[in-house]
């Protein structure tokens, strides 16, 4: 660059030197000769030409003299201002200018040199904000992935085919880690098409329409089911519109109403079988007490007779009453909102607060144990009676132990004394809670969870305890609960741009890195597909929008329902004893297809491990189309 600049400098300075010179030299030439033409003296001639030559010749030396001045002092210092200038904008803004001492451009570099330093200063403080503004919204980033991470609601953004584009991990573990969940998936294939869809069209039509508020949300509620579970969701789908021109995204959150929609089922259930199951019994009663009033001499035997239907109407009466009862506290305390709590947790939270306001010291006991209570309002019960224990008995020392008995987990207060007398506690139970937001009752609290109070003595001699029986969590029960595993990349906005490429230019336009893929591999008991030889292990990773999402992949060993030869175990290390346990091929294979979804699939040398996998494709009605 810098040798094209000075030469292009020095051709024009030779080419403008040429352009004056040559028809100089023309112009004394051709007056040269008119002057000749005018004498015939050789002499005159002479001289002629010696003037006239010697007349252009130093014209043209001062013209030249002239001319290289301007070069050295202007022209050359010009094309080096430029070649820094270009430096300083494209490369280094503080580039110190290389004129010569002496120049005729004044004040021209010192302009040139304080540009730099002012966009020196511009470019400093655009990186400065830019590192900033990067930074804060990588904060944001991460705030806004916390909170859809504790989110309790799954929620999924999904956008006009309903592909998905976000989903958070209560959303995961919603539809129970399914390989159906992930991004550039179809939601289709976790819920119901038909509500969704509806709800879809309703919302679009409901945003352009005239009839549409400006400024208002557009959403809507439904109930759809899950595809593989049949799991009841309250869902709420709200329309937004995208950044992408002419694009709208759906944001659905959805809530498992599978026990609510249980319970209302056991309401209706319970309020026709007792308005049906009451109507016989009353009216055999009615019809017995009426005859008894009507007729009171009738004989002895026909008394007894109805003497003996309102004893035993009475009774089923009753019965039926307990049945009832106990139907209507479990529904009652189902419709509360209960959580898991470990017992050592609550007990120590009511210790904390006892502590703080002067109550008795608790100290606790027992094995830890799960219940499934309201923990907010069953500490303030606990944290009542206690108090309550302590003013009555006139102890400064309590134990709360837990213990488990018929399916329920006991909370004991302990204490060395007496026992309350039951009228005590029964009083106790109808007070109300001082810190609750409304007047609520310790017998309501019990009730909501399906319980009572009671006073009695401790197995230990000299020791009282007063015993609330609550629900257990089923995880009393259950194994460590399975922890699923974290998918780093739960969201891409990104596929909403391609789906607008694919829109304008045609599946046939699209690039390759604008497709979903599933890379794949197979490991087998051999290279002969056709002879005998099975698959023994199918794993794939899906890649979209270039990203290979490590969250979602697939990785299942298969019983091959046949022998290992040892010349394949050296290559994959997968033996028999590995595979003895694994489900057979007819079983994996669609759970593959399920996984790979709508994405291309890749392999190496995919002939290999498509030959057998078509081979099967028959045998476990599944289809694949790959690319290699």
């Known amino acids: 660059m810098t040798d094209r600049v000075v030469i292009g400098s020095g051709a024009r300075f030779l080419g403008l030197l040429a352009s004056v010179l040559v028809p100089l030299l023309l112009l004394f030439v051709l007056l040269w000769w008119q002057l000749v033409s005018l004498t015939d003296s050789p002499t005159m001639k002479a001289q002629i030409a010696f003037l006239v030559g010697g007349s252009g010749f130093l014209l043209a030396a001062v013209f030249a003299v002239l001319c290289t001045y301007l070069y050295l002092a202007l022209l050359r210092p010009l094309d080096t201002l430029a070649r820094g200038a270009k430096i300083m904008s494209e490369v280094h803004p503080l580039h110190s200018l290389e004129l010569p001492s002496y120049h005729m451009l004044g004040e021209l570099p010192e302009a040139m040199h304080s540009i730099g330093e002012e966009l020196t200063k511009v470019k400093s403080e655009i990186t400065e904000a830019m590192a900033t503004g990067a930074a804060n919204m990588e904060a944001l980033k991460v705030r806004l992935e916390t909170i859809l991470k504790e989110l309790k609601e799954g929620v999924v953004v999904c956008d006009e085919e309903a592909r998905i584009l976000l989903y958070n991990p209560a959303a995961q573990k919603l539809f129970n880690n399914s390989e159906a969940l992930g991004l550039g998936r179809s939601l289709f294939s976790l819920c119901a098409r038909a509500p969704i869809e509806h709800t879809m069209e309703m919302l679009r039509h409901r945003k352009s329409g005239s009839a549409q508020p400006s400024g208002d949300k557009v959403y809507s509620r439904f109930v759809c089911a899950t595809v593989e579970e049949g799991t009841l969701l309250n869902c709420r789908m709200n329309l937004v519109k995208a950044s992408v021109k002419h694009r709208i995204v759906f944001i659905i959150t959805f809530e498992d109403i599978t026990l609510q929609m249980d319970v209302t089922r056991r309401r209706d259930n319970l309020m026709r079988s007792l308005v049906e199951g009451l109507r016989a019994p009353l009216a055999n009663l009615n019809a017995a007490a ?270 091959p329902g046949r022998s290992i030869p040892e010349t394949s175990v050296r290559i994959h290390g997968i033996r028999e004893e590995h595979v003895r346990d694994k489900p057979p091929i007819h079983v994996v294979l669609p759970q593959f297809r399920e996984f790979v979804g709508d994405a291309v699939l890749v392999a190496h040398n995919s002939a290999f491990d498509m030959k057998f996998i078509s081979l099967k494709e028959d045998e476990c009605d599944v289809c694949l189309l790959y690319t290699s």
């Open 290 to 559: 009426e005859n008894l009033v009507l007729h009171p001499g009738m004989p002895e035997k026909t008394r007894a007779e109805f003497e003996k239907v309102i004893a035993e109407e009475s009774s089923a009466l009753i019965t039926r009453y307990d049945s009832v009862a106990k139907e209507c506290r479990a529904l009652v305390s189902e419709q509360w909102l209960l959580s898991d709590i470990y017992s050592n947790d609550l007990i120590s939270n009511v210790a904390r607060r006892l502590e703080k306001i002067g109550g008795p010291a608790v100290t606790m006991t027992g094995i830890p144990l799960w219940l499934h209570a309201d923990s907010h309002s069953l500490s303030l019960v606990l944290e009542f009676l206690a108090r309550k224990v302590q003013k009555s008995c006139r102890v400064d020392e309590i134990d709360i132990e837990a213990l488990l008995g018929d399916r329920r987990v006991y909370l004991d207060l302990v204490w060395k004394g007496e026992p309350l007398s039951q009228s005590e506690a029964e009083s106790w139970i109808e007070e109300a809670l001082p810190q609750m937001t409304s007047d609520v009752s310790v017998k309501e609290v019990l009730h909501r969870h399906g319980g009572d109070l009671w006073s009695q003595r401790h197995r230990l001699e000299g020791f009282a305890i007063l015993r609330l029986p609550m629900p257990a969590s089923v995880r009393q029960w259950e194994g460590a609960q399975k922890i699923l595993p974290e998918r780093p990349e739960y969201y891409d906005f990104t596929l909403l741009e391609e789906q607008e490429d694919l829109v304008k230019k045609g599946l046939a336009e699209r690039p390759l890195s604008g497709f979903s893929y599933v890379v794949f591999d197979t490991e087998t008991t051999g290279l002969r597909p056709s002879e005998g030889d099975e698959i023994i292990s199918i794993a794939g990773v899906r890649v979209v929008n270039n990203r290979i999402l490590s969250g979602e992949t697939f990785d299942q060993l298969v019983n």
